[in-house]
Structure formats: structure tokens, C-alpha cells
Nanobody, 118 residues
């Protein structure tokens, strides 16, 4: 089963930036729909951004214009550049993949904690 290892989280001040990375155990980035998700304490996991096999990106309204999803198929890595961070972005961030829109997402990794606080 495909495994995901997220990294790059940390503590950042409001207005700051972070770049998250997700190492994927198999070469699927160009063949699967890839996504970044987050879960804040007491809240359900939500989709932050996704990128299709054709390279089209979609973002949650709350992060549009601030976050950018990208993939490096040669390195089996999915990235999320996060700018202008706010305390509302505080959450554990996860990546995942699915072959088609109707399929379930794969097995979840451990995620990486992002904390935005002054």
C-alpha cells in the first residue's frame, strides 16, 4: 500500500510562510489525484488543495491565493507552499492520493503539525 510521510511543519508567526513536503513511497504522482488535507483540534479533516493528473489545482476558499500545491514526480514528492499564514491555519496537515475522483483516499500518514501563533 502506498505510504505518505509528511514533513516541514512547525511553529510560525502570523503572516509567515512554511513549505510542506510529502514523500510518497511509489511513483504515482503523475497518475493519481494528489491532495493536501488538514485537521484542526475538534474539527473534521478538510481538503486544503488537490492536483489532478493533468496538473490542474484546486484550493479550499480559505487558502486560495495563499497556498500553492505542486508535485515533483521525479522525486515522488508532493509540496504545499503556505504563505500569509493565520492562526486559523493551525492544524495537522496530511497528504494522500486516489486514482479517480470516486475512489477512496489511501491510508493516512502521521501528518505534520503546523502551528501559527505569535
Amino acid at each position: 500500500q502506498v505510504q505518505f510521510v509528511e514533513s516541514g511543519g512547525g511553529l510560525v508567526q502570523p503572516g509567515g510562510s512554511l513549505r510542506l513536503s510529502c514523500a510518497v513511497s511509489e511513483s504515482i504522482l503523475s497518475r493519481y489525484i494528489m491532495g493536501w488535507f488538514r485537521q484542526a483540534p475538534g474539527k473534521q479533516r478538510e481538503t486544503v488543495a488537490s492536483i489532478t493528473t493533468g496538473g490542474s489545482a484546486n484550493y479550499a476558499d480559505s487558502v486560495k491565493g495563499r497556498f500553492t500545491i505542486s508535485r515533483d514526480s521525479a522525486k515522488n514528492t508532493l509540496n504545499l507552499q503556505m504563505n500569509s499564514l493565520t492562526p486559523e491555519d493551525t492544524a495537522v496537515y496530511y497528504c494522500n492520493a486516489r486514482r479517480n475522483w470516486g475512489d477512496s483516499w489511501g491510508r493516512w500518514g502521521q501528518g505534520t503539525q503546523v502551528t501559527v501563533s505569535s
